[in-house]
């Protein structure tokens, strides 16, 4: 006499197991993706303000911005701890210093190898948008 058995075999079971986590990886690695580009532009934004507030605090000691950004590394105690500037990429950016006068900076965070993603730039202006005095241009700020 046979018996009808129910219930799947080990087989069927893996089979299934292994088409679902390969139909989740094709869902979920896109947006694992775009939220590790995000978190990386989170940075890229964070580390330019630090940057700049480093650039800010050299000005207002010295009535300048530095003619170098060596100075903010060398200065004791540092204005930046990370030399951002060496050519090495940090969290996916590269970060230049497009401008530096005794009155202006521009600074960069370009991606590394993202096609179509975004540039960051921050400059001396942007620094304290909105809080010029009436009068002045924009180019100098009065900090005292």
Same mark, same amino acid.
């Given at each position: 006499? *046979?018996?009808?058995?129910?219930?799947?075999? /080990?087989?069927e079971i893996m089979v299934v197991v292994?088409? /679902?986590?390969?139909?989740?990886?094709?869902? #979920?690695?896109?947006?694992? #993706?775009?939220?590790? #580009? @995000?978190?990386? $532009?989170?940075?890229? %934004?964070?580390?330019?303000?630090?940057?700049?507030?480093?650039?800010? *605090?050299?000005?207002?000691?010295?009535?300048?911005?530095?003619?170098?950004?060596? /100075?903010?590394?060398?200065?004791?105690?540092?204005? /930046?701890?990370?030399?951002?500037?060496?050519? %090495? +990429?940090?969290?996916?950016?590269?970060?230049?210093?497009?401008?530096?006068? $005794?009155?202006?900076?521009?600074?960069?965070?370009?991606? #590394?190898?993202?096609?179509?993603? +975004?540039?960051?730039?921050?400059?001396?202006?942007?620094?304290?948008e909105g809080e010029l005095k009436a009068?002045?241009?924009?180019?100098?700020? @009065?900090?005292?």
């Amino acid at each position: 006499m *046979t018996t009808a058995r129910r219930g799947f075999t /080990l087989v069927e079971i893996m089979v299934v197991v292994g088409i /679902l986590g390969i139909v989740s990886a094709i869902v #979920l690695l896109p947006n694992v #993706l775009r939220s590790r #580009l @995000n978190a990386n $532009d989170s940075i890229a %934004q964070t580390t330019l303000k630090t940057i700049s507030n480093a650039l800010e *605090t050299y000005m207002i000691n010295n009535n300048a911005y530095p003619p170098d950004t060596d /100075l903010l590394r060398a200065a004791a105690p540092p204005y /930046l701890q990370t030399d951002f500037f060496d050519g %090495q +990429p940090h969290s996916g950016f590269n970060y230049t210093a497009d401008t530096l006068t $005794d009155s202006t900076y521009a600074i960069t965070a370009a991606p #590394l190898s993202a096609p179509g993603h +975004p540039q960051f730039y921050h400059d001396h202006r942007r620094r304290l948008e909105g809080e010029l005095k009436a009068g002045e241009t924009g180019d100098i700020y @009065n900090f005292f």
